[in-house]
């Protein structure tokens, strides 16, 4: 299994992921996204709506505003009860959640003398903010759940769409928790992205639940995790958030065990009744408080889970001319629609004009399509290497028989094979690899 350490430190190297505020000491809890990172989010995230907005006709997107009245809050039962049960150390004062035995435990035996407990005290993770300029402030909350600006908007959705039920609204943001334990590289950050479908159903119309674990559990592997990396666990009674009737996590088995990614959760009429908002069948004639069923995603843990699953460190297979003599590479087996840079563009020398001027045309029809790397310096196995440790899925490399014939090698990341492809034909060999997927 890759281990945590060789993926921050890739992550790091390669901009992937840097801590936040790194300059000033960092700030626990908070990541920045490098180049890498970037485009390697937008994918997923691009994936995900590709799947549940763009594919389906009972599916609409929103994006609402990361601050919302307080009230909000209040109704949703957030203020209240959206807490993690906390004890303190005796002996160093440092809070940990108290429903974490193992953590516990190692923190017990980081202290010589015995330690003792604080009994559990209630902590709420909605982060405040003040607004306004003049004193008293109006204090407001930063969203912890993206969830809240879908059901505020129920009523706009279904008016100004004349969607009807059974009938879904997407959204992906930012949300912030004053988590008291943040850790595990990004897996627990004080902010985080989610993406997230409240789905809408008849009172009574039971299967849409497992319709969505399903589908969700689907996504995932289309998008290269392992089968039996993953896997679906229920919630037991007393680990459930206080809106739902029943939830599953989508676990991976992460190399600090096996972790939440995503929680598919019943929410029954918890939030619209909540917010006294009803739906009106006319066809029907009647008027009811729907149903929610939830899948709520972490784009962040997602992309730590698809970088650990995508990490290789295996021997370099042809060490010739064209790929360097190392004997080992790390290479990051993505799949090519997450991957951050689709293809990276070489002239084979960077001293020859002509070729340098044929790549360049090269790079400029492919980056009009795709993220395309370029890449003139060092031999071409070490180019090599570098769009391997970046995940890039194809490098094209024009040299001198390119200069003849307008053919140049296109390189595949994972079998390290050369195709020979006409400059005409590149950008129909890229799409047709891409479109199969
Ligand atoms: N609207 C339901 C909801 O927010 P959740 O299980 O609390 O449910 C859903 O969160 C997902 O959000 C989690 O599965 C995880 O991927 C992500 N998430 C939650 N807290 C997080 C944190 N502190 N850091 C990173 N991701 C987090």
């Not at 674990?213 to 037991?236: C, I, N, P, T, V």
């Not at 008027?287 to 370099?316: C, K, M, N, Q």
Request: one cysteine or more.
């Amino acid at each position: 299994m890759t281990n945590l350490d060789s993926i921050v430190a890739l992550a790091k190297r390669r901009g992937f992921i840097y801590p936040g505020s790194e300059i000033y000491g960092g700030i626990t809890g908070f990541w920045d996204y490098g180049p890498l990172g970037t485009e390697l989010k937008n994918n997923i995230k691009k994936e995900w709506w590709k799947s549940m907005v763009q594919m389906r006709e009972d599916v609409v997107g929103l994006d609402a505003a990361i601050i919302m009245n307080p009230r909000v809050w209040e109704a949703s039962g957030h203020t209240k009860v959206f807490a993690d049960p906390l004890v303190e150390c005796k002996v160093c004062h440092k809070r940990f959640r108290a429903d974490k035995d193992e953590i516990l435990l190692s923190h017990e035996k980081t202290h010589k003398e015995k330690v003792s407990w604080t009994d559990p005290k209630q902590f709420n993770l909605l982060t405040e903010v003040y607004l306004g300029v003049t004193e008293p402030k109006e204090k407001a909350y930063l969203r912890g759940e993206i969830t809240q600006g879908v059901f505020v908007n129920f009523r706009n959705v279904v008016d100004s769409t004349r969607i009807k039920i059974p009938f879904g609204i997407a959204q992906i943001g930012k949300a912030f928790r004053n988590e008291i334990t943040p850790g595990n590289f990004t897996f627990r950050s004080r902010e985080f992205e989610q993406m997230e479908l409240e789905y809408f159903v008849k009172p009574g119309d039971d299967k849409w639940f497992d319709y969505w674990k399903k589908e969700r559990m689907k996504w995932y592997e289309s998008l290269g995790m392992a089968k039996d990396h993953l896997r679906l666990r229920d919630h037991e009674e007393h680990e459930r958030a206080h809106y739902a009737r029943f939830a599953t996590d989508i676990e991976y088995n992460a190399p600090f065990g096996w972790s939440e990614f995503e929680g598919i959760h019943h929410r029954g009429d918890f939030d619209l009744g909540n917010h006294k908002l009803k739906y009106r069948d006319d066809i029907a004639g009647e008027e009811y408080t729907p149903w929610v069923i939830e899948t709520s995603g972490g784009v962040d843990r997602a992309a730590l889970f698809f970088l650990l699953e995508a990490y290789h460190e295996e021997p370099v297979r042809n060490a010739s001319h064209s790929d360097a003599g190392g004997e080992k590479r790390v290479v990051l087996k993505l799949d090519p629609r997450l991957a951050p840079k689709k293809v990276a563009v070489f002239p084979l020398v960077s001293n020859k004009e002509n070729i340098t001027a044929k790549a360049q045309a090269v790079y400029a029809i492919l980056k009009a399509r795709y993220m395309t790397a370029w890449d003139a310096r060092g031999n071409i196995g070490k180019r090599y290497l570098a769009q391997d440790e970046a995940g890039t899925p194809w490098c094209v490399t024009v040299d001198y028989t390119t200069l003849e014939d307008d053919t140049v090698t296109i390189r595949d990341r994972d079998t390290t094979k050369q195709d020979r492809v006409n400059i005409s034909k590149l950008v129909a060999y890229i799409d047709e690899k891409l479109g199969s997927l």
